[in-house]
């Protein structure tokens, strides 16, 4: 890894901030081994999940259609959702970005008298920085979910979709526990161990009188169905069931791209989204609510409110190469197989969206204006791992050479609706200036032919590595050798004819 750059990103009047954090984690020994154990662990028990399915393929296929067919007509689906919602006794607000979103959850919350809610792990509320405005509100929110209860205690920030705690090992989990449980609630119970289970136990115990005693619950969801209004968490612990049924007041903010239209299109993720992420068959717990419920008979919500939020993902939708991001359904698995991730981890990415899926997505929901999102296109070796265990059959690849397109050449985008021109990257004036002077050569045979025979000619007197920028690419690969002659010059030595076409190859023959 180059100290400031990867070979091909622009360079910027500040460093970098993916470079450098990677440059940093790299070093990081302990990282490294967390991340190395936990997502080989990951991966290899998912690709045994998957093999047990005949049809996998298929249902990629399956999968990658629904979700196109979906955005393709996403206005549509999404006012049957609202439809549905509200007829099922739920109240829907639309949020055109996180200012909205979060000022809309905090009045919710007011309006209910409380000062305290407990959350379903949720990346679109980390994605608004939820937490952060309804604390500076005076309400506080507790996450449930046992790895984002690890970072919130740590005052950490998580670091892979699935398993956000997944740079921690279990000595220091036990030492954030010891040190942070009491002030937020129970203690930790004196002598706990690194044992999972004892971890595990500390944790029930500590959120258990939460539960109990909250009035509030906020969540995300996995899915939509536009036909019924009917919303689905998937989890592995059960605490999204108790922030689910507990409380009185359930707020979800959801992003846009989450609905699908029936129930027959939910079941086709239903089977791929747990064999991706936590290698299982099926989720060992699968929520759905529609609505509210009747005080006194039943489980559920007495008040119910949907946050649609939009955020940037309208934007995305108009990109026809980079729309396929938001067929997304958090599985994580191109964070396990990729191996700038593994080496890196999440929190390099400056996003709460890490690793391949995160290089693609944060740059289309922020824009490419600042450093950390111009950045993150290049944090990628393209070797298209990501792609092929992807259950919606995102490009990944292609998405990341299209950005870095945009972040080099600059163009007209859409932002908020608004026509915005981004200006070229500084940084590449001379590459553009032989990729400039490249295209006059080879469109003129005469000067290609001469610029070939000069540079045979003067070969004894060429560096064996690059000048400035290029430096860090040759200080890894040999710089290949000129040949003796063109291919034009041996060619017309050994076969007594002039070679057609419309330039020489440059290579000798011999």
């Known amino acids: 890894m180059s100290e400031g750059t990867f070979v091909g990103m622009p360079a910027f009047p500040s460093f970098p901030p993916f470079p450098r ?14 991340l190395r154990h936990a997502t080989r662990t990951i991966r290899d028990k998912r ?6 399915l005949d049809d996998w393929a298929e249902l990629r296929e399956a999968g990658k259609r629904i979700k196109d067919e979906t955005l393709r007509h996403l206005d549509r689906y999404l006012v049957q959702l609202e439809e549905s919602v509200v007829r099922a006794g739920g109240t829907v607000h639309w949020a055109a970005d996180a200012a909205e979103a979060n000022r ?37 929110a507790y996450e449930t979910d046992l790895a984002e209860l690890i970072v919130q205690l740590g005052r950490d920030r998580p670091s892979h979709i699935l398993v956000p705690a997944i740079h921690r090992n279990r000595g220091e989990i036990r030492d954030i526990f010891r040190e942070e449980m009491g002030a937020w609630g129970r203690p930790a119970p004196d002598g706990i161990t690194d044992s999972p289970a004892e971890l595990a136990e500390a944790a029930r115990l500590h959120l258990r009188e939460k539960f109990l005693r909250a009035k509030v619950g906020v969540s995300g969801a996995n899915f939509m169905v536009a036909e019924t209004g009917t919303l689905v968490v998937v989890e592995s612990e059960g605490n999204g069931r108790m922030c ?16 699908v239209p029936t129930w027959r299109d939910l079941e086709v ?3 791929t989204l747990p064999r991706s992420s936590t290698a299982e068959r099926m989720n060992p717990y699968t929520s759905m609510w529609t609505g509210t419920s009747d005080a006194g008979t039943a489980d559920g919500p007495r008040a119910f409110h949907l946050v649609l939020l939009d955020n940037g993902r309208t934007d995305t939708l108009a990109d026809e190469v980079g729309r396929q991001a938001l067929r997304c359904i958090r599985c994580s698995a191109c964070l396990n197989v990729c191996p700038v991730y593994e080496r890196a981890g999440g ?59 945009r972040v080099v050449q600059g163009g007209e985008v859409t932002r908020r609706g608004v026509k915005v021109t981004l200006k070229p990257a500084k940084g590449h004036a001379a590459e553009r200036a032989a990729m400039r002077a490249a295209g006059l050569a080879l469109a003129r045979p005469g000067v290609l032919r001469t610029g070939q025979r000069l540079a045979s000619r003067t070969r004894r007197f060429h560096p064996r590595a690059l000048p400035g920028p290029g430096r860090a690419w040759s200080a890894t690969r040999d710089l290949p050798k000129v040949p003796v002659e063109p291919f034009r010059d041996w060619w017309e030595r050994t076969r007594g004819g002039t070679a057609q076409g419309g330039g020489g190859t440059g290579v000798s023959g011999k």
């Open 347 to 405: 929190h390099a990415y400056g996003s709460v969206y890490p690793g391949p899926i995160g290089a693609i997505l944060s740059p289309q929901l922020r824009g490419t204006g600042s450093a950390v999102d111009a950045s993150l296109p290049y944090a990628s070796s393209l070797c298209g791992a990501c792609y092929e265990v992807c259950p919606v059959a995102i490009d990944i690849p292609e998405v990341l050479v299209h950005l870095r397109e």
């Open 21 to 34: 954090a990677a440059h940093e984690a790299v070093r990081n020994t302990t990282l490294r081994a967390n």
């Open 269 to 271: 993720f239903l089977q």
């Open 244 to 259: 689910l049924t507990l409380p009185e007041t359930l707020i979800s903010v959801v992003g846009i791209e989450k609905v």
């Open 104 to 140: 809309i959850v905090t009045e919710l919350v007011r309006a209910t008298g409380e000062t305290e809610v407990v959350k379903v792990k949720s990346m679109a509320t980390q994605e608004i920085g939820l937490n952060e405005a309804l604390e500076a509100e005076g309400i506080h």
């Open 47 to 52: 690709a045994r999940a998957v093999a047990e």
